[in-house]
């Protein structure tokens, strides 16, 4: 089982719909974690991170965690066609600093 | 500000040459830097850390030999594919940690390799 599994996509959607975006994790250890978009050919940009259960929300994008599923999430409302990219969600253990990507979800938002 | 930039953005080469890549933050002192690999489609492996002044520490079935890895100084990390063969060609993409915000990992844009 992988450390960090989402959903390849692609995922398309209208302008203006809410996309919901997912992930799972497999190690209980796992403290924080961290949403990054990356467009094609473009180094990853870090959208979010969030280290506890619940809600985190900065202007259309809310991450949220469910520590006790192991489950995490990125909402965006009001989605534009800039959105399209490719989401990843990422774990960081705080020791040591590195990170373990999932596969990464492919979003096109389409006029 | 925490901006990384990497250097070339991208190269083609012939099989059996080497090719450095440089990787730099350019607005802050960055103590930990990170070189990863990602192949179409697919998601970022982390192939090594780099520490300043120190050896980097490398993921397992990274060959060190063949991605030598520098980090010189505060602000510049090098990776060089020695040998490279057109199995190496792939998107490399490094990050550095500022540690006023160690937490967060701040990409730089990526370099696309090719080997012919």
């Known amino acids: 089982q992988k450390e960090v599994e989402q959903d390849p996509g692609p995922l398309s959607v209208p302008e203006g719909a809410i996309v919901s975006l997912n992930c799972t ?4 250890a796992f403290q924080y974690f961290m949403w990054y978009r990356q467009y ?6 870090l959208l979010m991170y969030t280290y506890s259960s ?8 809310t991450a949220q965690v469910d520590k006790s599923s192991k489950y995490i999430s990125l ?8 959105d399209s990219a490719t989401y990843l969600c990422a774990r960081h253990t705080g020791g040591g600093n590195k990170l373990t990507f999932g596969t990464g979800t492919q979003l096109k938002v389409e006029l | 500000g925490a901006v990384v930039s990497q250097h070339p953005s991208w190269v083609i080469c012939k099989s059996g040459t080497s090719v450095k890549i440089e990787c730099r933050s350019l607005d802050f002192q960055a103590t930990t830097m990170f070189w990863y690999r990602q192949f179409p489609k697919q998601s970022l ?8 002044g120190s050896k980097a520490t490398y993921e397992q079935g990274v060959e060190k030999d063949k991605f030598l890895i ?16 057109p199995e190496d060609s792939s998107f490399y993409i490094c990050s550095a940690t500022n540690p006023r915000r160690v937490n967060e990992q701040f990409f730089g844009p990526g370099t696309r390799l090719t080997v012919l």
């Not at chain 1, 094609?40 to 940009?45: D, Q, V, Y």
């Not at chain 1, 909402?75 to 800039?82: A, L, M, N, V």
């Not at chain 2, 520098?70 to 063969?85: C, E, G, I, K, P």
């Open chain 2, 70 to 85: 520098n980090h010189a100084s505060l602000t510049l990390s090098t990776l060089t594919v020695t040998s490279a063969h």
């Open chain 1, 54 to 61: 619940g809600n985190k929300e900065d202007g259309r994008f």
């Open chain 2, 45 to 52: 492996m982390l192939m090594a850390t780099s520490n300043e």
């Open chain 1, 40 to 45: 094609s050919r473009k180094g990853p940009e």
């Open chain 1, 75 to 82: 909402f965006i409302r009001d989605s534009q066609p800039s």
């Open chain 1, 25 to 28: 994790y497999s190690n209980s």
